[in-house]
């Protein structure tokens, strides 16, 4: 059925203080909408169950990239194009920059943010492997204050997330020092840009001495929530990358993820997918490659 306007109230503070005081007002009432990409999808098919919407786009403290010594602090507002143009983030976050360049079209690029991103919670979503890898931290803001916490764990599971009822994703923070990383990413679908992802994997990769010292391993499309591969990336640290390794990380990748058939692929085809990916990668690594 088509949404009426006129049942919907839209307003527009302007300063993050009233946004979240107007959340504090009645928990869960009030649906922020950064840019709209996500939820106005839902409006036009007349499946938005909140009436109000309070716009959080372009609020200036969740528009700015800061840059520290040891970290940069990402605003939930900004847009895929902002992070493609950021000189920090396509230099030292290639997995980050190059998911927001496959992130639909330049018109999605231009209002799709990362804090909708993350709390619309897709496990199909683009940039998610990519903050699962660098492991960001999130913090959240509400009229009680800010709380920092690890995004490992904040989706708690299909479309659920730790995110209170009056709280916003303020900032994404990603700790710096992947320079002598391999850093990689694919995309399997249809097309790279506008089309959701069948599996997506973003990794990243150290060897020191022959072996694998450091590795973290993320996919999309593969569970109820963009997944992390932790025992998989144990089984495979501190080892020689041969091929008895290669089956071994094959074989434990498979056993972590949960994919089902849905209209984009098989879960049959997402597991072999899987495969493969985690054994390129791992191929890349063992090759001396950087991306
Ligand atoms: C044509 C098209 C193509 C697309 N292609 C892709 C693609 O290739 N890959 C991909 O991953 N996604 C894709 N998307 C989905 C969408 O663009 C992204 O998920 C985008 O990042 C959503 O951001 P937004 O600001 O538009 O979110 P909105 O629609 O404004 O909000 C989405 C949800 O997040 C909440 N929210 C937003 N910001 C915050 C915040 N700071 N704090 C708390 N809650 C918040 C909202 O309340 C809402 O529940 C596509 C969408 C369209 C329409």
Redesign the pocket.
């Known amino acids: 059925m088509r949404s009426d306007p006129q049942d919907y109230q839209l307003v527009a503070p302007g300063t993050l203080h009233a946004v979240v005081s107007l959340l504090a007002t009645e928990p869960g009432a009030w ?11 839902l409006y036009a098919a007349g499946k938005l169950p909140a009436r109000k919407l309070v716009s ?1 786009w372009n609020l200036p403290e ?1 528009r700015s990239i800061e840059v520290f010594p040891d970290e940069i602090q990402i605003g ?2 900004c847009t895929y194009i902002e992070l493609r143009e950021h000189e920090i983030v396509g230099g030292e976050f290639p997995l980050l920059a190059r998911a927001a360049a ?4 330049i018109a ?1 690029q231009n ?7 993350i ?2 919670a ?1 496990p199909a ?3 998610l492997p990519a903050f699962l890898v660098y492991e960001a931290e999130l913090i959240l803001v509400s009229i009680r204050g800010e709380r920092r916490v690890p995004y490992l764990g904040f989706h708690t599971g299909y479309k659920t997330t730790k ?1 209170a009822a009056d709280e ?2 303020r900032t994404v923070c990603l700790r710096r020092g992947y320079s002598e990383y391999l850093h990689y990413t694919r995309k399997v679908g249809a097309r790279n ?4 992802a069948k599996i997506c994997i973003a990794a990243l990769g150290r060897l020191a001495d022959g072996v694998v010292d450091d590795v973290h391993i993320a996919l999309g499309s593969v569970a109820p929530v963009p997944l992390r591969l932790i025992e998989t990336e144990c089984a495979v640290k501190g080892k020689c990358i041969d091929s008895g390794l290669l089956t071994l990380a094959r074989k434990v990748a498979a056993s972590e993820i949960r994919p089902i058939d849905d209209i984009r692929s098989t879960a049959r085809y997402r597991t072999e997918v899987t495969k493969n990916l985690v054994e390129e990668f791992l191929l890349r690594l063992g090759a001396g490659a950087k991306n």
């Open positions: 649906l922020p909408i950064a840019g709209g990409t996500d939820v106005m999808v959080i969740l939930a507002g496959w992130s639909g079209g999605n209002r799709g943010t990362i804090g909708g991103n709390v619309n897709s979503a683009d940039s995110l916003l994703v840009a506008q089309a959701i």
